[in-house]
């Protein structure tokens, strides 16, 4: 069963409950979406094939016990399910990041899904697989980016209608170049939502550099 892979590397998570975090990530090649504001559409192509067990010797190389499985969109591949339970079984506290327009039911329950809700500035909104709400579990979290106020109360409205708060954690983010951070906080404050506010760690370390 083979994978194709953009790259395997080690840092911080720059994102969600684990930021911080000594992480491996495994970031897979290719994403049907095509949101505006995406950071790494150099996975959309390229890549090389690998093998699971292949993947796994690489990360055992690090010293972290986080792993972080991530895209592009990593279950546009099939063989990414072995992937995260073949990390699970290794030991590893394993996190996935996928878009939320593919359906998560038959990952592996052990791993936590950081499942994005596209708002509409990202231009990929009619791809969110409303059914995927129903398969979360209270160590999920959905991210949202935000680049703009309409983005910010349609997910205001999306946070009430489906309590979204009440099934997991809740990310807000804000789209980096097209808001100013400070403004989302404001809003968030101003309207007293039960969702935490996040800037990507690895961005303010590193700014947007590959592998990191
Ligand atoms: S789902 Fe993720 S990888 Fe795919 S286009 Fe959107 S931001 Fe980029």
């Known amino acids: 069963m083979t994978l194709r892979i953009t790259e395997i590397f080690y840092s911080l998570q720059g994102e969600a409950s684990r930021v911080g975090l000594p992480t491996v990530f ?50 546009a591949q099939k063989a990414c399910l072995t992937l995260l339970s073949a990390l699970c079984d290794a030991g590893y506290d394993v996190s ?19 499942m994005d809700l596209k708002a509409p500035d990202s231009g990929e909104s009619a791809k969110n697989l409303w059914a995927n709400l129903t398969h979360l579990k209270p160590r999920d979290e959905i991210k949202i980016v935000i680049a703009s106020r309409e983005d910010y109360e349609w997910a205001r409205e999306v946070l009430l209608a489906h309590r979204l708060d009440a099934r997991c954690p809740v990310l807000f983010s804000p789209a980096q170049g097209s808001i100013e951070p400070a403004e989302l906080a404001s809003w968030i404050l101003e309207d007293g939502l039960p969702v935490r506010f996040q800037l990507q760690l690895h961005k303010l370390l590193w700014g947007n550099m590959q592998g990191k």
């Open 26 to 75: 495994v970031r897979l090649t290719g994403c049907p979406l095509r949101c505006t504001w995406c950071d790494t559409t150099y996975s959309f192509t390229g890549g090389e094939t690998s093998t699971v067990a292949a993947v796994l010797a690489e990360v055992g190389k690090y010293p972290a016990r986080q792993v972080c499985v991530t895209g592009g969109e990593p279950l």
């Open 96 to 114: 996935l990041e996928t878009s939320g327009a593919l359906d998560i039911a038959p990952v592996d329950p052990r791993v936590s899904c950081i």
